[in-house]
Every structure is written in C-alpha cells, then in structure tokens.
T-cell receptor, first 115, second 111 residues
Framework: DAGVIQSPRHEVTEMGQEVTLRCKPI?????LFWYRQTMMRGLELLIY????????DSGMPEDRFSAKMPNASFSTLKIQPSEPRDSAVYFCASQLSQSSYNEQFFGPGTRLTVL | GQNIDQPTEMTATEGAIVQINCTYQTSGFNGLFWYQQHAGEAPTFLSY????GLEEKGRFSSFLSRSKGYSYLLLKELQMKDSASYLCAVRDYNYGQNFVFGPGTRLSVLP
C-alpha cells in the first residue's frame, strides 16, 4: 500500500479564499482523522470518521471548517473563508480499528499558508 | 481533561544514550504510543505500551508505569538521524479511544 496520501502538499492562498485539502486513507482502514499542527498548539484533532461517518467534530475550530468522507477512499477538509490564523500543517491519518494496539498512520501533510 | 507533559528540548551527543520522559493524567488510559517526527515530515510510529514494563525495539525502548502516569523513550547509540521531535500520545477512553498528543520533545544530536 502507498500509505496515506494527501494533496496538495503545499497551499498558499489569500485571506477569504476557499481551501480544500484532500486525503486518501490506507485501504481497509475503518478510521480517518484530520489533525492540525502548529508550533503554539501542537497536534490537535479536528474531526474523525468511522466507516465514512463523522463521529466527533468537536475539535473543528469554527463553522468555516467542514469535512466530508463520501466514500471509504476519500476525504476532504474545507476552509471557507480562510483566514491567516488558519496557517498550519494539516495531517490526515488512518487507523485499522479502535483496538488499543492499533497505531495511526499519518499522511505527509498539507502546509497551508493564508496571506 | 487530559494533561500530557514532555520536556520541550533536549540535546545529546552522537553515540550516547538519551531518555525522553512523558507524564500524563487521565482516568481513561488505554495505551501509550511514541511517534518520531522529523522536521517537515509526518509523525511515524515508534512504540506502544499498554502494560507496565519495558518494550525493546532495536536501539529504541519504551517504558510504562500506569500507577505513576509515566513513560519514557530510551534511545541508545544515538545517531545524527535521530535528531527529530518525539511525541507521546495517550489513547484515552474519555476521548472516544482517540489519541491525545503531548507537546513533543525536540531532540538535537550533536557530533
């Protein structure tokens, strides 16, 4: 398997623009997670899905953020409108199941810069 | 809520041994994971502990004491490529069995 795939790897946009981040999890993994990483706040969980269903989005900072998982092999995280404080690295991770020993596999991340 | 602490930065010399500590507080503990993250890259899994004791994996070992809410990652025979951030993550029943990550420890290995 190619691992978790994310695109784009880098995104530079202007304040107010819509941003869409994409993720393809490892085939067969039931869980998908979206994280945001900044120097100040570290790695924060935004939302996670189980079998394509959003389970907990309490980490999504505002209504400007939304996430979908239309099928088992694709998820998007959308920010509309974007703001400079959204600048961060966004990681997608997938996990086989919630058994205690299952680790999460991270994608390479999308580095977002909002000017 | 969950509270995980790690030292912010550590420095060690090539060939030496370094111990990175992690303390946590939760009533819903269900496993502790260590991840390595090189600058500009994704976190990658290093080790997992759910029972007390030491887990050894080559040059890396991880220890857990559930009664003390304490873990450490031990890196032996340090190499320059071990310069990275090391993240402690607790799997927590109180958070839907999801990971809560510590702030990370940035390790610099000097020649």
């Amino acid at each position: 398997d190619a691992g978790v795939i994310q695109s784009p790897r880098h995104e530079v946009t202007e304040m107010g623009q819509e941003v869409t981040l994409r993720c393809k999890p490892i085939s067969g993994h039931d869980y998908l997670f979206w994280y945001r990483q900044t120097m100040m706040r570290g790695l924060e969980l935004l939302i996670y899905f189980n079998n394509n269903v959003p389970i907990d989005d309490s980490g999504m900072p505002e209504d400007r953020f939304s996430a979908k998982m239309p099928n088992a092999s694709f998820s998007t995280l959308k920010i509309q409108p974007s703001e400079p404080r959204d600048s961060a690295v966004y990681f997608c991770a997938s996990q086989l199941s919630q058994s205690s020993y299952n680790e999460q596999f991270f994608g390479p991340g999308t580095r977002l810069t909002v000017l | 809520g969950q509270n995980i602490d790690q030292p912010t930065e550590m420095t060690a010399t090539e060939g030496a041994i370094v111990q990175i500590n992690c303390t946590y507080q939760t009533s819903g503990f269900n496993g502790l994971f260590w991840y390595q993250q090189h600058a500009g890259e994704a976190p990658t899994f290093l080790s997992y502990n759910v029972l007390d004791g030491l887990e050894e994996k080559g040059r890396f070992s991880s220890f857990l004491s559930r009664s003390k809410g304490y873990s450490y990652l031990l890196l032996k025979e340090l190499q320059m490529k071990d310069s990275a951030s090391y993240l402690c993550a607790v799997r927590d029943y109180n958070y839907g069995q999801n990971f809560v990550f510590g702030p990370g420890t940035r390790l610099s290995v000097l020649p």
